[in-house]
C-alpha cells in the first residue's frame, strides 16, 4: 500500500494543523496506522498509532493535545494536533503495518514558530 502524508506547514505556537495521510487501497485489513516524527539528529518516534478496532496509543508529549482517527470508507488516518509547541516541530510519517510488513509515507513538514 502506498501512502500519502499531507497537512503539514507553518504555524504559531498554540495553533493547529490537521494532517492526513490517504491510502492506495483500502486500510480496512491494516492492523495499525499511525504517525511517527523525526528531528535532524534524532531518532524517528511514535506520535499516535490507532488500530483496525479502533483502539489509540499517543506518545506522552502530545496526549491531550493530538487526535489519531481513521475512516475506512475513505482509507484516510488523520492527526488532529491542538495546543502545538515548538518542540512538535518535525518531519511527521504516516504508517502501516499489515502483518509483518511496515510502509512509510513520504513525511510532511510541520514547524511550529513561537
Known sequence: ????????????????????????????????MGWYRQVPGKQRELVARITSGGSTNYADSVKGRFTISRDNAKNTVHLQMNSLKSDDTAVYYCNAVQGLVNHWGQGTQVTVSS
Open 1 to 32: 500500500v502506498q501512502l500519502q502524508a499531507s497537512g503539514g506547514g507553518l504555524v504559531q505556537a498554540g495553533g493547529s494543523l490537521r494532517l492526513s495521510c490517504a491510502a492506495s487501497r483500502t486500510i480496512f485489513g491494516i492492523n495499525v
